[in-house]
């Protein structure tokens, strides 16, 4: 089963910058999509971005403009890019893609943005 690994949260403040990854364990992302999720406490997990093995991107609306969606195919990775961050976004974000019929979730990284 392909894992996918999460890293790059942590604590910022607002109007700062943090750069999610996701490691694969193999190469998936160039064959299928690559998306990002999050989930704030009390609340259910919402989609944030996609990037699709085409290379076709979308955002949530609370955070286009702001976040960017991209894609390493030779490292396996999916990043998000995140800047002039709110509180509002924090939460839980996990990384999410398909392998054939599998759905699969990574752990999640806690991103946090406070003064």
């Known amino acids: 089963q392909v894992q996918l690994v999460e890293s790059g949260g942590g604590l910022v403040q607002p109007g700062g910058s943090l750069r999610l990854s996701c490691a694969a364990s193999?190469?998936?992302?160039?064959?299928?999509?690559g998306a990002w999720y999050r989930q704030a406490p009390g609340k259910q997990r919402e989609f944030v971005a996609i990037i699709t093995s085409g290379g076709s991107i979308n955002y949530a609306d609370s955070v286009k403009g702001r976040f960017t969606i991209s894609r390493d195919n030779a490292k396996n990775t999916v990043y998000l890019q995140m800047s002039s961050l709110k509180p509002e976004d924090s939460a839980i974000y996990y990384c999410?893609?398909?392998?054939?019929?599998?759905?699969?979730w990574g752990q999640g990284t806690q991103v946090t943005v406070s003064s």
């Open positions: 193999r190469s998936i992302f160039s064959i299928n999509y």
């Open positions: 999410h893609a398909v392998d054939g019929t599998e759905n699969l």
